[in-house]
């Protein structure tokens, strides 16, 4: 019934996108400075189709110099990505030079020493609505690093209203600038608030409150896009088809809410992109294609403006740092591997042991490469192993047990199934010795899962501890609903993609209600939980999803959601 229903409603219509005129985006001269070992940098951010040769002739320099004062991007091998901060000699007499350069600007061979800021040296900014971090620095003479330095900022995003400590001008930013105490800030901001205004910042509060308003409005009626390879034509593809039932079923709750959704659906077969730029410039959402290579044909031809969501497809993570409007949906196994980590070091106490589990002479994948180095960027104490699989029939035997009431946590960086195998099986019998079943845990990255060999039984006794991108708590009360609406609907059981099409459609579908057009603008901070997967996006150019869920395998051979 679900094949039938998705079929009859794929829309009609093979539309071809028209050809797009390639031009290259002029270099502006930064206005933004640094100073390192004693050097002056202009800060300059990379845009889209920008090339070395264009960025080194608008300052004056070249290529090579570039390369010189940028050594960790290895430029030369890896060449420009877009929104790359690059670090550009300041040349005395480059175009734009005479009129930025600051007055009496330190030799570029002598290193200024400037004394740290002391917390109440601090001035409180509050941003408006019409600011970037660019424009703040500015009005303060300070850079845009520095003032991200001094609040813990990773991203030179900002948002309307939020607080931001600017440190003194000449602080040097290359040393660590301390971060005043919340008390100090709270205090600040209550003599920002209690200073008298004058007329021009009254006035401009109060447009800048209407601009907000006006820029973020909600709407009730949403046009959104469902570009999806279901060959309907042919052999309908089941995933995409159950994916498809999924948004269905979001766009009739949405509905119940008062949410009117006019949702076109494309078949984008064989890498056809049946849409046109101007049918994605009038969407509020566009969910899809899925694969990279579709993706970016549709971002390529879409207005910038129009929000494009990556629903299935991990690797399509790349994109989001080439296309500002991209939303990446699925988060990435290196997330995954970084949040087991940290994981592991929320629950790790005084007196526990942790052992680092490698396999010998094997190529890492890249989440298993993660997890190594985020264990040795992490300030634990820990051991590690390194074997292979014919060689741990004594590993339990080699692992020194903590004292009485401690744990052994065990992390292994592996998604091989025999290597794994082997590490569960040692754990099990660490565990079960001398009944120590509640001080073994074991992380491990999510691939385990669908690893057949091992004894499920095993996972259980040794608390196995997964962050993982999608899992559905059978327990939950949205969750059931969800069951009992599917089932009544589609005379079907829902899979992971009618669960994942569900979570995709209603939360942004909901978010563009919410704030209209520009609701992307407003996802950094929002946490969204739906009902197999959890959203939490980082800004990087586009927006990337960093959020996972942990699950956890209990001795009564439950496993559980524990966030």
Same mark, same amino acid.
């Given at each position: 019934?679900v094949?039938?229903?998705?079929?009859?409603?794929l829309?009609?219509?093979?539309?071809?996108?028209q050809?797009?005129?390639?031009?290259?985006?002029?270099?502006?001269?930064?206005?933004?400075?640094?100073?390192?070992?004693?050097?002056?940098?202009?800060?300059h951010?990379?845009?889209?189709r920008q090339?070395?040769?264009?960025?080194?002739?608008?300052?004056?320099?070249?290529?090579?110099?570039?390369?010189?004062?940028?050594?960790?991007l290895?430029?030369?091998?890896?060449?420009?990505?877009?929104?790359?901060?690059?670090?550009?000699?300041?040349?005395?007499?480059?175009p734009?030079?005479?009129?930025?350069a600051p007055a009496?600007a330190?030799?570029?061979?002598?290193?200024v020493?400037?004394?740290?800021?002391?917390?109440?040296d601090?001035?409180?900014?509050?941003?408006?609505?019409?600011?970037?971090?660019?424009a703040i620095?500015?009005?303060?003479?300070?850079t845009?690093?520095?003032?991200?330095?001094?609040?813990?900022?990773?991203?030179?995003?900002?948002?309307?209203?939020?607080?931001l400590r600017?440190?003194?001008?000449?602080?040097?930013?290359?040393?660590?600038?301390?971060?005043?105490?919340?008390?100090?800030?709270?205090?600040?901001?209550?003599?920002?608030?209690?200073?008298?205004?004058?007329?021009?910042?009254?006035?401009?509060?109060?447009?800048?409150?209407?601009?907000?308003e006006?820029?973020?409005?909600g709407?009730?009626?949403?046009?959104?896009?469902?570009i999806?390879?279901f060959?309907?034509?042919k052999s309908p593809?089941?995933?995409?088809?159950?994916?498809?039932?999924?948004v269905?079923?979001?766009?009739?709750d949405?509905?119940?809410?008062?949410?009117?959704?006019?949702?076109?659906?494309?078949?984008?077969?064989?890498?056809?992109?049946?849409?046109?730029?101007?049918?994605?410039?009038?969407?509020d959402?566009?969910? +899809? $294609?899925?694969?990279?290579?579709? !993706? @970016?044909?549709t971002?390529?031809?879409s207005? %910038? #403006?129009?929000p /494009?969501?990556?629903p299935?497809?991990?690797?399509?993570?790349?994109?989001?740092?080439?296309?500002?409007?991209?939303i990446q949906a699925?988060?990435?196994?290196?997330?995954?591997?970084?949040?087991?980590?940290d994981?592991?070091?929320?629950e790790?106490?005084p007196?526990?042991?942790?052992?680092?589990?490698?396999?010998?002479n094997?190529?890492?994948?890249?989440?298993?490469?993660?997890i190594?180095?985020?264990?040795?960027?992490?300030g634990?104490?820990?051991?590690?192993?390194?074997y +292979? $699989?014919?060689?741990?029939?004594? !590993? @339990?035997?080699?692992?020194?047990?903590?004292? %009485? #009431?401690?744990? /052994?946590?065990?992390?292994?960086?592996?998604e091989?199934?025999?290597?794994v195998?082997?590490?569960?099986r040692?754990?099990?019998?660490?565990?079960?010795?001398?009944n120590?079943?509640?001080?073994?845990?074991?992380?491990s990255?999510?691939?385990i899962?669908?690893?057949?060999?091992?004894?499920?039984?095993?996972?259980?006794?040794?608390?196995?501890h997964v962050?993982?991108?999608?899992?559905?708590?059978?327990?939950?009360?949205?969750?059931?609903?969800?069951?009992?609406?599917?089932?009544?609907?589609?005379?079907?059981?829902?899979?992971?993609?009618?669960?994942q099409?569900?979570?995709?459609?209603?939360n942004?579908i909901?978010?563009?209600?919410?704030y209209?057009?520009?609701w992307?603008?407003?996802?950094?901070?929002?946490?969204?939980?739906?009902?197999?997967?959890?959203?939490n996006?980082?800004?990087?150019?586009?927006h990337?999803?960093?959020?996972?869920?942990?699950?956890?395998?209990?001795q009564?051979?439950?496993?559980?959601?524990v966030?």
């Amino acid at each position: 019934m679900v094949c039938l229903a998705a079929v009859l409603l794929l829309g009609a219509g093979r539309l071809h996108a028209q050809d797009t005129e390639y031009k290259a985006t002029p270099v502006t001269i930064s206005r933004d400075k640094v100073r390192e070992n004693g050097k002056l940098y202009y800060s300059h951010v990379v845009l889209e189709r920008q090339t070395l040769f264009s960025i080194a002739k608008a300052y004056g320099v070249s290529i090579q110099d570039i390369y010189d004062a940028n050594p960790t991007l290895k430029l030369e091998t890896e060449g420009l990505k877009t929104y790359q901060i690059l670090h550009i000699p300041y040349v005395e007499n480059a175009p734009g030079a005479e009129s930025q350069a600051p007055a009496q600007a330190a030799p570029a061979d002598k290193t200024v020493s400037v004394p740290a800021a002391q917390p109440g040296d601090y001035t409180i900014h509050t941003v408006k609505w019409y600011e970037d971090l660019g424009a703040i620095a500015k009005k303060y003479g300070v850079t845009k690093e520095a003032i991200m330095r001094a609040n813990g900022m990773t991203s030179p995003q900002v948002t309307r209203k939020q607080k931001l400590r600017i440190p003194p001008a000449g602080v040097d930013i290359a040393e660590e600038v301390p971060v005043a105490p919340v008390e100090d800030i709270a205090e600040a901001e209550e003599q920002e608030e209690d200073k008298p205004k004058n007329i021009f910042e009254t006035i401009g509060e109060a447009i800048s409150e209407k601009a907000d308003e006006f820029l973020y409005a909600g709407k009730k009626d949403i046009t959104a896009a469902l570009i999806l390879p279901f060959n309907a034509a042919k052999s309908p593809n089941e995933n995409n088809l159950e994916f498809y039932s999924g948004v269905l079923m979001a766009a009739r709750d949405l509905k119940s809410e008062g949410i009117n959704v006019d949702l076109s659906v494309y078949d984008a077969v064989g890498g056809n992109i049946p849409v046109t730029a101007d049918k994605l410039g009038s969407c509020d959402v566009v969910i +899809g $294609p899925i694969s990279t290579a579709d !993706l @970016s044909g549709t971002l390529k031809i879409s207005p %910038s #403006g129009t929000p /494009i969501v990556s629903p299935l497809e991990p690797k399509a993570v790349e994109l989001a740092r080439v296309y500002n409007n991209l939303i990446q949906a699925p988060s990435s196994a290196e997330n995954q591997s970084e949040d087991l980590v940290d994981w592991l070091a929320e629950e790790c106490r005084p007196g526990d042991r942790i052992v680092l589990l490698v396999e010998k002479n094997a190529t890492r994948t890249a989440a298993a490469n993660v997890i190594v180095e985020k264990m040795q960027q992490s300030g634990l104490q820990y051991s590690t192993i390194t074997y +292979g $699989p014919l060689e741990g029939r004594n !590993l @339990s035997n080699s692992i020194e047990s903590p004292s %009485s #009431g401690n744990s /052994i946590r065990l992390i292994v960086a592996s998604e091989s199934e025999a290597f794994v195998n082997d590490v569960v099986r040692n754990a099990n019998r660490l565990a079960l010795r001398n009944n120590r079943r509640d001080n073994v845990v074991l992380y491990s990255l999510s691939k385990i899962r669908s690893f057949d060999t091992i004894e499920v039984e095993y996972l259980h006794n040794v608390n196995l501890h997964v962050s993982i991108s999608y899992f559905v708590d059978y327990d939950s009360p949205a969750v059931q609903r969800f069951l009992l609406k599917y089932r009544a609907l589609f005379n079907a059981e829902p899979g992971p993609f009618a669960f994942q099409g569900y979570d995709t459609a209603y939360n942004f579908i909901k978010m563009g209600s919410k704030y209209g057009r520009r609701w992307p603008d407003k996802l950094d901070g929002e946490s969204m939980h739906g009902l197999q997967s959890n959203f939490n996006f980082d800004r990087r150019g586009g927006h990337v999803n960093k959020a996972v869920r942990r699950i956890v395998y209990g001795q009564d051979f439950s496993i559980r959601l524990v966030n």
